[in-house]
């Protein structure tokens, strides 16, 4: 595959990369998608305790990342945190060289962020995100269509109408993300206007990944109808129906109120089964081709097998 923008902007050989989940993006996976040239991502919460500090974590990902790998990787900030502008000074402190900001303005922290030298990855669900993201000076737009796993963009538009519309309204890369697992994903990705493509769940079903095998194993179970968004009236999120999220659903078309839902979702959800492996009381993020994934794989024959798919497909 011949380098294109993505792998211009990141430094890296492929245009893939990982996506930061929260509870599971760690050193131990960043490094190993990183190392097959690719853009391994850390999260500050990966693999923290439930009362955990996501500065120590982050600071202690970051060292443990620079142990494993020379190779680039990046570190995903939530814009939305309470302290979010407490781990960018920790990317200012450790000389981090990418970071992937989500879920708020991109205005608060892109200006910030490029006076140390570090390249911006926003993500966006829309045309006017996309176009804000650009106006504020991102590097590149990750463009995340309803397919995706975990919290999703509240205009629930499928990758295959979203992409080429980002695609024709800003000049920057685009990378797309949401329900891409194969060589087919990123061949049907770049038809559609993208530079390159992002993986989550995918990416959660390998050795590599310290997420429960409970949680990794129900991946590589599930079947194609067997995802759900829940929790459309505020964000949504696409899950694993199971337990939690079957009883969550029953409950959003009984018309409970607001607060009743709340108060059954609580806290602490995706961790419980994510990295505990309760997935009846717990919230198993996953994208929409989970049905696609039938086995758990070291990262870099992820990477491996989505390339050599890709030039089956394009030559």
């Known amino acids: 595959m011949a380098s294109n923008r993505v792998c211009d902007l990141f430094g890296i050989e492929y245009p893939i990369l990982q996506g930061g989940m929260l509870w599971l993006a760690s050193a131990e996976l960043a490094s190993?998608?990183?190392?097959?040239?690719?853009?391994?991502?850390?999260?500050?919460?990966?693999?923290?305790?439930g009362n955990g500090d996501p500065l120590q974590?982050?600071?202690s990902q970051i060292h443990r990342t620079n142990n494993r790998t020379s190779k680039p990787f990046g570190v995903n900030i939530p814009i939305d945190l309470p302290v979010g502008g407490l781990l960018v000074d920790i990317l200012l402190q450790e000389r981090i060289r990418i970071a992937i900001?989500?879920?708020?303005?991109?205005?608060?922290?892109?200006?910030?962020?490029?006076?140390?030298?570090?390249?911006?990855a926003h993500v966006v669900s829309s045309v006017k995100?996309?176009?804000?993201?650009?106006?504020?000076?991102?590097?590149?737009?990750?463009?995340?269509?309803m397919e995706a796993g975990g919290r999703i963009g509240p205009n629930a538009l499928s990758?295959?109408?979203?992409?080429p519309?980002?695609?024709?309204?800003?000049?920057?890369?685009v990378i797309a993300a949401g329900g891409i697992v194969d060589g087919r994903g990123l061949a049907a990705a770049f038809a559609l206007g993208a530079d390159g493509v992002?993986?989550?769940?995918?990416?959660?079903?390998?050795?590599e990944c310290i997420a429960h095998p409970n949680y990794k194993q129900a991946i590589v179970d599930a079947k194609e109808s067997d995802t759900v968004v829940t929790r459309r009236a505020s964000i949504p999120t696409r899950s694993i129906r199971r337990g939690f999220t079957a009883e969550l659903e029953v409950l959003e078309k009984s018309g409970a109120s607001a607060e009743s839902i709340q108060a059954f979702v609580g806290r602490g959800r995706a961790r419980k089964a994510q990295l505990e492996g309760d997935l009846e009381a717990?919230?198993?993020?996953?994208?929409?081709?989970?049905?696609?994934?039938?086995?758990?794989?070291?990262?870099?024959?992820?990477?491996?097998?989505?390339i050599k798919a890709y030039r089956e497909i394009c030559g």
Do not use: W
Request: hydrophobic share 50%; with cysteine; aromatic share 4%.
């Open 159 to 163: 990758l295959i109408s979203l992409v």
């Open 129 to 145: 995100q996309a176009r804000r993201a650009e106006a504020c000076g991102v590097d590149a737009v990750i463009a995340e269509g």
């Open 32 to 49: 190993a998608v990183s190392n097959a040239g690719a853009l391994g991502v850390l999260s500050p919460y990966a693999g923290m305790d």
């Open 101 to 120: 900001t989500a879920a708020g303005d991109p205005k608060i922290y892109t200006d910030l962020l490029h006076s140390a030298g570090i390249r911006v």
């Open 57 to 59: 974590t982050l600071r």
């Open 282 to 306: 717990g919230d198993a993020y996953a994208g929409s081709s989970v049905g696609l994934i039938r086995e758990i794989l070291p990262a870099a024959e992820v990477i491996e097998k989505l």
């Open 165 to 173: 519309l980002i695609a024709d309204a800003v000049s920057l890369p």
């Open 198 to 207: 992002q993986l989550g769940t995918r990416f959660a079903a390998t050795e």
